[in-house]
């Protein structure tokens, strides 16, 4: 889900090697493919057209990120996407993203989301769009135990400072074995 490769721009100058964006959309690996490369730093960009959850990837990588995709993920499809990443990763790999906890039944964040994502449920039943997009998706802790229960080991950091203070860093490694 690399989208227009504003992370893999982002990134790259921390890369050696290869750096791999996969997404199912031709239109947004076209951007990709036309704005990363001038990023700094010599990593080697490829750019797939892949649907995330049945990636053509053997275990050949050491890192995966994800940043902001998970909304296009069913909540059904969670443990799919983690078995993929796994089976992207070498023995020592890390799958690093941003999430947070469900907010507050009270706060203003939590009824706006499950309007947003009412009103997509509505969309997507009418329309049948070629993505989805929900709010409130792959969530802590129930995020932590389907990447325990994949054979992960997980850290969980609060290196945020205020606005982002509720967002929480996710390393997730994958066994040795």
Not at 141 to 147: G, I, S
Request: contains cysteine; positive net charge.
């Amino acid at each position: 889900c690399c989208g227009t490769g504003a992370a893999m721009q982002w990134l790259r100058p921390l890369c050696c090697g290869r750096m791999v964006g996969i997404d199912m959309s031709a239109g947004m690996l076209e951007v990709a493919r036309s704005t990363t490369p001038s990023a700094p730093g010599d990593a080697h960009l490829e750019f797939v057209r892949a649907n995330a959850l049945d990636m053509p990837f053997g275990a050949n990588f050491d890192l995966a990120v994800c940043f902001g995709a998970f909304g296009h993920i069913l909540r059904q499809d969670e443990p799919q996407l983690i078995r993929q990443i796994a089976g992207a990763l070498k023995p020592g790999g890390r799958f690093v993203f941003v999430t947070r906890e469900m907010p507050p039944k009270w706060s203003k964040v939590y009824w706006f989301s499950r309007a947003f994502n009412a009103a997509m449920h509505l969309r997507n039943w009418v329309i049948k769009p070629p993505f989805i997009m929900y709010y409130l998706t792959f969530l802590l802790p129930e995020v932590q135990t389907l990447l325990e229960d994949a054979g992960f080991t997980v850290e969980v950091h609060q290196p945020f400072e205020k606005p982002l203070e509720r967002l929480r860093l996710v390393i997730a490694t994958r066994e040795l074995h």
